[in-house]
T-cell receptor, first 113, second 114 residues
Framework: DQQVKQNSPSLSVQEGRISILNCDYT??????FLWYKKYPAEGPTFLIS?????DKNEDGRFTVFLNKSAKHLSLHIVPSQPGDSAVYFC????????????FGTGTRLTIIP | NAGVTQTPKFRILKIGQSMTLQCTQD?????MYWYRQDPGMGLKLIYY???????DKGEVPNGYNVSRSTTEDFPLRLELAAPSQTSVYFC?????????????FGPGTRLTVT
């Protein structure tokens, strides 16, 4: 039972254009959502997050949008840069006091120069 | 700060062997986690700990054991290794009560069981 789904295994975007990565979830108890970025042979690193009380959070080139009614979130990267090429994981947490995260399967983003 | 460190980086085990994956963090984080990542899959939680002396099972605990005797260390033990345990293992930590849910990850251990 995949509670967090990233239906696009890969995405290619031209440098300078917008990259949009999508994530869907099924568990209505999730109240906090995060995006992680992972380069080969490294551990994931935190990118940006959003609480369920918000519908948008912005940090520089990265913006996360949350649509609670659709149980959908997206990560926008604009403008896309070659260094953004990585695997992006969506993760979600419910406030049960242990801060466990449930991860999606990831989307490999390739930025074409 | 070294952050989260994991040893070894790579290991090849024969079926039935045992080993311990080491994880240490120097950020004084209360919470620590072990994940495995199989090819094309997301990270699945094996075990987690909310403090020294307290551990609990995650989504895929079978075949593994953990202990947490100090805040800094959270070793993962594999007993009787099986080919299904071939994976990349990540250790992570987070600050309890921060409500940011941000976890800091180590670089991973790539384990092959043959």
């Amino acid at each position: 039972d995949q509670q967090v789904k990233q239906n696009s295994p890969s995405l290619s975007v031209q440098e300078g254009r917008i990259s949009i990565l999508n994530c869907d979830y099924t568990n209505s108890m999730f109240d906090y959502f995060l995006w992680y970025k992972k380069y080969p042979a490294e551990g994931p690193t935190f990118l940006i997050s959003i609480s369920s009380i918000k519908d948008k959070n912005e940090d520089g080139r990265f913006t996360v949008f949350l649509n609670k009614s659709a149980k959908h979130l997206s990560l926008h990267i604009v403008p896309s840069q070659p260094g953004d090429s990585a695997v992006y994981f969506c993760a979600a947490s419910a406030n049960f006091g242990n801060e466990k995260l449930t991860f999606g399967t990831g989307t490999r983003l390739t930025i074409i120069p | 700060n070294a952050g989260v460190t994991q040893t070894p980086k790579f290991r090849i085990l024969k079926i039935g062997q045992s080993m311990t994956l080491q994880c240490t963090q120097d950020m004084n984080h209360n919470y620590m986690y072990w994940y495995r990542q199989d090819p094309g899959m997301g990270l699945k939680l094996i075990y987690y700990s909310v403090g020294a002396g307290i551990t609990d099972k995650g989504e895929v605990p079978n075949g593994y054991n953990v202990s947490r005797s100090t805040t800094e260390d959270f070793p993962l033990r594999l007993e009787l290794a099986a080919p299904s345990q071939t994976s990349v293992y990540f250790c992570a930590s987070s600050l309890a009560g921060s409500r940011s849910y941000e976890q800091y990850f180590g670089p991973g251990t790539r384990l092959t069981v043959t």
